[in-house]
């Protein structure tokens, strides 16, 4: 939508396209060319020939930037799944990117310090709940039911009527869900995580700073993670040198349809730098 340089926007689990419908008209104003393709594994993209591991997701930014014409005027904006996407192919990229937005998911030093606390234990269940097969069949029954209670948790108070059937289209065909689940079986393979060869391997592909300036964005109400004061503090120097941080008040974690004049106000006035 729109003309001028590229503004790639990227999505995360369980959501689709459709959480940048507000924000994509804006960039068009603004003089920017947005997309906002379907991650990797989604409906109706290809069904992988393997697992999505991290470094997929960080080589599909970069040909991403190529496949759309981009060149070093363009822009990264991501959430969720697609924020470390935006992490890996940022750092992979350091010249095809003028300004990054990323939102929700806290840099790799970051969520591997909170990963492990009890209280986060329990809000990421699901991460140790998808490396059982059965998980595929529960997470679709009753009309994907699970992901009505994923999106309840994660931005109380919202609601998400919208949002869902768009979300459930991308994982209902045959093969999508297990192609979505896998972003999570291969972090957490259990024959490798914890490891020192899978450690070195986050870090390659989500934990490398950033170089270009970048705004991180992270809702004061987000069910999955929330952030004490002094883990706001630190988030800044764990993403890059240029890094600032901007939290969003009253909203959880799907902040781009919960308060969108507010974050996209956010998010105009930054990549205008």
């Keep these: 939508m729109g003309q001028g340089p590229l503004a790639l926007c990227l999505h995360g689990w369980p959501d ?11 960039l068009a104003k603004a003089g920017y060319r947005a997309v906002v393709p379907f991650m990797r594994g989604y409906h109706p993209t290809a069904i992988p020939t393997k697992l999505t591991d991290t470094h997929d997701l960080a080589t599909d930014v970069a040909a991403l930037h190529d496949a759309l014409g981009g ?35 806290p840099p790799l030093a970051i969520d591997a310090s909170l990963m492990f606390n009890y209280p986060q234990i329990k809000r990421e ?17 009753n009309d994907f ?12 108070g919202y609601d998400a009527h919208e949002d869902l059937p768009h979300s459930k289209d991308c994982l209902r065909p045959p093969g999508h869900l297990d192609a979505a689940l896998g972003y999570y079986r291969t972090f957490f393979d259990p024959k490798r995580f914890g490891t020192p060869e899978a450690a070195a391997e986050q870090a390659a592909n989500w934990g490398r700073p950033i170089t270009q300036p970048t705004l991180y964005m ?49 998010i105009l006035s930054f990549i205008a730098g």
């Design 16 to 26: 689709s396209p459709y959480t940048y419908r507000h924000l994509l008209p804006e």
């Design 71 to 105: 060149d070093a005027s363009a822009v990264l904006i991501a959430h969720d799944w697609g924020a470390v996407a935006a992490y890996g192919g940022a750092a992979l990229g350091p010249n095809h990117w003028r300004r990054c937005v990323i939102m929700n998911v």
């Design 125 to 141: 269940f699901y991460w140790w709940f998808f490396q059982q097969q059965i998980s595929t069949q529960i997470v679709a029954l």
């Design 145 to 156: 039911s699970f992901l009505d209670g994923i999106w309840a948790d994660w931005s109380p």
């Design 218 to 266: 992270h809702g004061t109400q987000d069910g999955l993670f929330p952030l004490d004061a002094s883990t706001q503090q630190r988030i800044p120097a764990f993403i890059g040198p240029r890094a600032q941080i901007q939290m969003i008040d009253g909203v959880g974690h799907f902040m781009l349809v919960e308060k969108p004049q507010v974050v996209n106000s956010h």
